[in-house]
DNA sequence: TATGAATGAGAGTTCATTCAT
DNA sequence: CATGAATGAACTCTCATTCAT
């Protein structure tokens, strides 16, 4: 009748994508799958072709995400050097650049984590754990060095995480859609900036002479 | 039979108790009914008789929390002066005591809120705003009088109040059952400390002078 | 709109009863329990507020009958006494009377066992176990003791309960709705008399003296 | 890319045999045509490309198999000249020579009658009342030969069958893996025996003179 | 020959809710 | 006040089958 809205083969692709959708505006559990094949333009059945079933599209999300977000950490931090503030500011960097990027699936994985089977999350909370290290190291080497002040680095640490986590939740794009409805000043602000300001506010928390 | 769990007559706070439970554990579509009945001791004729529905639940909860929560923040500035370093303490105080008080409300109304049915949804959007605008206006008082340095009020703010927020996400009593369990420093701070704490880390935020 | 067919209350006895009809007709895995509660003139809801589930609805039934007919044996070998002949035959008019009082639970227990859940068939095949032993103990016995001249009593037993067994399968109770329909002899045996020709042909599979 | 566990061009036995093991294992209703294509090694679409689908499979498994036993009925009274002894002996042996070697078949014809399709299945109700015709003629004509003393012929009729098609449920065939697990005495009992075997307890059952 | 992709119907089960008492 | 009984809609998932290549 119509014209499939989705070509021959690329099933796949469409669900993963619809099911990020699905998760983001109404969460896991007030998903249905059949909504999901609906937004992927595939019957019920082609998403379990694909798929294993509803934990498995979040699951691979979820992964897929927080793989990614590691690899920018550790890319920042090979080229960081040795000094505290680079090392912080680069740490600043993946994380802002993974939230605007990964800006769904990044809310999702943080909302939707304890959706997750056991045994993934298991495994997974060893990568979380890792990234909290990897801020947490930073901070107490700043501070042990001279070069942070601050007096609570776990408090500062958490404190920072928060600020770029948050970013997601209210960061548009530079090209909108509707470039005029420019109630919201940040609107549109260039990545880079936005990792300077954040870069800076964190500098700011960890009280770096 | 058995016992009562409940005794007569409190059966309207059991169940808000219990839903406040299954709401934090499992999320709003996580949770059904029947076992929100069952945390409280109850039978489901019992909940339809106290409530009108799981609807109904999820927005007193997040009603009533929210309603704290501006309660707070108009008590504390109405005490603060007019400095606006010690306004923005005021305002970081009402909101750390909130979210440790209401640890579990306040992070359920967090992540439910878009399951607030759309006339509750909109009302409550309003308190929110408004709620920014309190920060919005503080920080931008600030640094007209020259009392803030900081470049980017907006994601000042931001900052500033992820940060707060966060706290209820790891933030764990003062009195726990476990207190030699102490592989975790913050566990069991005071909340005036934490205020203090977090004092700190909004003025440098904003690079106060 | 029609008056229902199913008494407020009941319910749980038409599902049973339901549920017996369509696995007798369709077996286990052919029922679907939509038909089921159809034909219990109830909701698919209603069948899940009296049972957990399918698998329940075919294990209370499959064991139902099972402990029966033990208990049949039971009573039929306490009162048997000693004489091997008198033995058997009890054993023969307990598992004839069971076969024709339960025609369908029988029959259900016999084709379905396999559709247990794995805890129970394991459980029940205990009961199974001691059935065969029951009956392998008497033949065994009237061997010894120069009652039963056959040379193979395993096959002997076997033939037995093999034929009183397949009675399930072709008896046709005393007072049917069509008393005209006498195209079948021994339609509407009275189950005495049953039990009387099958122990004749027990005794003489064994090759009583 | 992995080696094809089943040869070309042999695919439609292959197929045939795993749908026998499957009806086998779990019955018509409880197999699945995805699962009969995996345990032959073969696509789904490769299944249907030799088969019309999943009834066809059960049709022509139980029409070999019930033709099969015709065959052998036929040829058995063939050869069996005209004494009732010797007519109920052949008729014995060639049910129990079925029974045996075609163990499987046998056993999915008599559970899964019930869902060939209607046609199919009136079809072949006919075969079965032949054969029915078979056994109840050389008993009706020993008993009228003054041969058979038995009083109810019928009785005796289905007691014989009964025990000769129950054999299929308990048989194991001579050459298993483990000769030495011989807690079974009649484990690997020879067919020939086990034709005497039944014969002779056949006949007393009619009480033969 | 043989396949991977796709489908509609239906499976068992759980949901929030209402009714009669 | 409070209950057990009952419901219809929706859920995730599997079914046998067909299509396009």
Redo the contacts with the bound molecule.
Sequence with gaps: MSSPA?P????RDAITRAARESFAERGYHG?????IAARAG?????L???HS???ELLTALIEESTAEYFRRCDEALRTAGDDPAARLGALVRATVEYRVSRQVESTIAASEWRNLDPADRERLDGLRAAASRLWADIVADGVARGAFACEHPDDARRAIVAACNAIAHWYEPEQGYEPDQGDEPDRGLAVPDLVDRYTAIALRVVDCR
Tied chains: 1, 2, 3, 4.
């Design positions: 989705v021959r083969g690329s099933g998903s249905s799958i059949r909504d595939l019957s019920l059945s082609a379990y072709h694909w079933g509803k934990q």
